[in-house]
């Protein structure tokens, strides 16, 4: 692969920008008004990264009523999923997972080439997906079935470095579920590698994030809290409220003494009263 930055599409827009960008996340009062589906998409990407979970579903649901296009009907079903995900409902995040795969599956249709997300990218949402949700409900033979499927529809020499990341995301998150510390920190490296080439700060920074995670589950507990730290800095600065809860509630588990960790499950607290009031409510331990 080439060494040079990869570029979002051939022809971007603003509000692709601000979706996979340096771009602080705004609110949907802040945002340019969505002009197409695929503006609408990435207004929930937008929101989704800041947390706005009740305006992002919003956004998806306009989607859904302005196109009939089956790339886009099913990214919006896996960002619908991711949304669920990230506040722990798994089994409700693999319907909508599954509702993205049954709608980009089964047909050929490529989307829009180079100026937008095709049909490979929507095929590769629903199966990393997909595969999280095994993992969130503990299916990792599942997980990791979905996993090498993904990676089949991928082609190492093509600069897709949304998909490429996403896959290394949930392959770290499935190794670290299984106790393999070092295969995690293995694609959480890949992860920052390919991010760091692409546009979008989101997307480093979760990277970094889930390396800090690596680092301690290997038992590197000071390195893990020195790069915990920074990603929680890049957090607040870029308002990624999702991160920056994920981010406190992995400092609370590794920080050096008592009060160190004390405050940052504070700081996790005050994220999930904001999220919630943003429209997400976090899955109740036990909860179906």
């Not at 692969?1 to 022809?11: G, L, R, T």
């Not at 393999?180 to 692409?198: I, K, Q, S, Y």
């Amino acid at each position: 692969m080439s060494a040079s930055p990869i570029p979002i599409y051939s022809e971007s827009t603003p509000l692709a920008a601000a979706a996979f960008g340096d771009r602080r996340a705004l609110g949907a009062a802040e945002l340019p008004v969505p002009r197409s589906a695929l503006d609408s998409w990435h207004r929930a990407v937008i929101l989704g990264g800041g947390g706005h979970y009740a305006a992002a579903r919003a956004e998806l649901r306009l989607l859904r009523s302005r196109t009939t296009d089956p790339v886009l009907l099913s990214l919006a079903a896996s960002t619908e999923g991711s949304l669920s995900r990230q506040l722990g409902w798994h089994a409700r995040a693999a319907v909508a997972d599954g509702r993205a795969a049954a709608l980009i599956l089964p047909t050929r249709a490529e989307g829009r080439s180079g100026v937008g997300p095709d049909r490979t990218d929507a095929v590769c949402d629903a199966l990393t997906g997909l595969a999280a949700d095994a993992l969130g409900t503990g299916r990792l033979t599942l997980a990791t079935h979905l996993l090498w499927r993904s990676h089949d529809g991928l082609d190492p020499e093509q600069l897709r470095w949304r998909p490429w990341v996403r896959w290394h995301w949930v392959s770290a998150e499935t190794a670290l579920a299984s106790g393999r510390a070092d295969p995690a920190r293995t694609h959480a490296e890949a992860a920052v590698e390919l991010a760091e080439r692409g546009p979008s700060i989101r997307h480093r920074i979760k990277s970094r994030l889930l390396v800090a995670a690596a680092a301690a589950a290997g038992g590197d507990a000071e390195h893990a809290r020195v790069l915990a730290e920074a990603v929680a800095a890049e957090c607040r600065e870029y308002g990624l409220l999702p991160l920056r809860w994920a981010c406190a509630m992995l400092r609370a588990g590794v920080s050096a003494d008592a009060a160190a960790a004390t405050a940052a499950g504070t700081e996790a607290a005050e994220c999930a009263a904001a999220i919630a009031r943003r429209g997400g409510r976090f899955r109740p331990a036990g909860a179906a």
